[in-house]
């Protein structure tokens, strides 16, 4: 009876221990990308400000109001001309832009990602506690139950419940 308790005691600690290894691994993979994602935050942090500091929604906007205009308006060849040299000056400044909008772009999407990484560190970090204490309580019970066999006593795998209740002791009986 306790090579039974004994055996399937190891048996849950085998598979929780390695439940645990998986965790690890897990943390240490969402680790290494937290490292790595914040390293590129840091990288790409000051060309997202320098987007900021020029203004480029403003261009954004001015390029599509011209090209609305050009595209709805009844304009003289001439007028038309004017319109379409002002918006290849606005694309040819875009163009020299654009790596800092996509690096302002990028910034945003690697700060969500952070966010979520950080949050399931935590999660697992929650699981990892719970389990460890799971684990060094079979642990207990097992050198518990080994050690009264080794005194020929056997022991119970749960801990009988010590506390009685009052019902279980005194018949109480209502009155009418």
Do not use: C, W
Not at 135 to 142: A, D
Not at 148 to 167: N, T
Request: no cysteine.
């Amino acid at each position: 009876m306790t090579d039974d308790k004994v055996t399937q005691l190891d048996a849950e600690i085998t598979r929780l221990t390695e439940e645990k290894k998986q965790l690890i691994d897990k943390v240490t993979k969402a680790m290494k990308e937290l490292k790595y994602k914040t390293i590129e935050l840091n990288a790409l942090r000051p060309m997202a400000e320098k987007a900021k500091k020029m203004e480029l929604d403003k261009l954004i906007r001015k390029l599509k109001s011209l090209e609305f205009k050009v595209a709805t308006s009844a304009l003289t060849p001439k007028a038309e001309k004017k319109y379409l040299d002002k918006i290849l000056k606005i694309e040819k400044q875009l163009k020299k832009v654009r790596p800092y909008l996509r690096a302002e772009k990028r910034v945003k999407i690697l700060e969500e990602d952070i966010e979520k990484l950080q949050v399931e560190i935590e999660e697992i970090d929650g699981k990892l506690k719970d389990l460890r204490k799971n684990i060094r309580e079979l642990i207990r019970k097992k050198r518990m139950i080994e050690k009264g066999a080794k005194r020929g006593i056997e022991l119970f795998a749960d801990e009988p419940d010590h506390m009685v209740s009052l019902e279980d002791v005194v018949v109480i009986e209502k009155e009418d």
